[in-house]
């Protein structure tokens, strides 16, 4: 539960950077819009949203709200950080399976997995521009699935009917595995 007598400092303190006076209307709108976050969580997304914020006015409750729940800016980024890991890892010869299935359209718009994996270092930061903008949009969707993105391996292997190694997997948790002895 929200320590109410810190978040009243707290909303004071935003309340006069904003140069907005403090009423129990804001402290109560905010506060049970918010009461289900930890204080330290809001401070963070405060924080945060301080260094972007362009306006003059106090910020909205659904601006933190934003903020303290991943905003689809740090999810896209996040997401996009995936992505290169899986270069990194797989590279344009092996498939892909993402926990995040949004990765998958998004991917899948841009041109494919073995197509994305080819692209020049120079074209990438125009790339990533596209799949931020691509991910902000299916992930709204919540697409709950989507086969693996199909790499190389699995491309010619598939055509002539030989086994091709599994997708390796982005994303999942891993499981701890306890060897008894």
Not at 65 to 83: H, I, N, R, T
Not at 115 to 136: N, T
Not at 164 to 175: D, M
Request: charged share 30%; glycine share 4%; hydrophobic share 35%.
């Amino acid at each position: 539960m929200l320590d109410r007598n810190k978040f009243v400092i707290l909303m004071s303190g935003l309340c006069e950077l904003y140069k907005q006076v403090p009423s129990d209307f804001i402290f109560e709108t905010y506060y049970e819009l918010l009461k289900s976050y930890e204080i330290s969580h809001i401070e963070k997304a405060i924080n945060i949203l301080l260094r972007t914020y362009k306006y003059n006015t106090l910020p909205k409750p659904a601006e933190i709200l934003q903020y303290l729940e991943d905003g689809p800016s740090d999810k896209a980024l996040s997401a996009w950080l995936q992505v290169l890991e899986a270069i990194r890892i797989g590279g344009y010869y092996r498939s892909i399976e993402f926990a995040d299935k949004a990765i998958h359209h998004c991917v899948d718009s841009l041109g494919g997995w073995m197509w994305l994996c080819s692209q020049l270092k120079e074209d990438m930061p125009f790339i990533e521009k596209r799949f931020l903008d691509l991910y902000r949009i299916f992930s709204r969707r919540e697409p709950k699935s989507h086969p693996p993105l199909i790499g190389f391996f699995e491309a010619k292997n598939r055509e002539k009917g030989y086994d091709y190694p599994a997708p390796i997997k982005i994303g999942y948790e891993q499981k701890k595995l306890i060897h008894k002895t």
